[in-house]
């Protein structure tokens, strides 16, 4: 009989999917060729980076807070230098092209939700990384759109 997952947090799941909002809208924008200008944005494919730069950096950060909490574990220095990973390629995503940039931004999405599958387990609920597999799958899937149309 298999377990019972445990309810996540709805305000959790609010701000999780919420946070898809920005890359769903902008992605739309740029593939669509909506301009923004009357908004004020100028270039919404460089406000879809800097944001994945963002979430990145956060998604990363899961583990810096799962670190502090296993002060006494073995995998506590792997969790803290594996939680300023994610923010460094983010950071050096920002210096290629803009279409590059989204693409190798989408792409790391992915492979921190198959790192955080496989070093999360057992630390995190499993509902989390369920959520963090819709969440990556929309998210990188926006930003590899975007690439192709920036």
């Known amino acids: 009989m298999q377990s019972e997952i445990p309810n996540f947090p709805l305000v959790a799941k609010a701000l ?3 946070g898809v ?3 769903v809208a902008l992605s739309f924008c740029i593939i669509a060729g909506v301009d923004l200008g009357s908004l004020g944005v100028t270039d919404a494919a460089d406000k ?3 944001y994945g730069a963002v979430i990145v950096s956060f998604i990363g950060a ?3 807070g799962i670190a502090l909490q296993s ?5 506590q220095n792997r969790l803290f230098l594996y939680s300023v990973v994610p923010a460094l390629l983010a ?4 210096f290629f092209s803009v ?3 989204l693409a190798g931004m989408g792409l790391t999405v992915l492979l921190m939700f198959f790192i955080d599958r496989w070093s999360l387990a057992g630390l995190v609920s499993p509902a989390y990384l369920k959520m963090r597999l819709h969440l990556s799958v929309v998210v990188a899937s ?3 759109l975007a690439a192709l149309r920036a």
């Open 16 to 18: 999780g999917y919420g």
């Open 21 to 23: 909002i920005p890359f």
């Open 48 to 50: 879809l980076l800097g």
């Open 62 to 64: 899961v583990h810096w």
């Open 91 to 94: 950071w050096v995503w920002l």
């Open 71 to 75: 002060l006494h574990s073995k995998s």
């Open 142 to 144: 926006c930003l590899l």
């Open 99 to 101: 279409k590059a940039a």
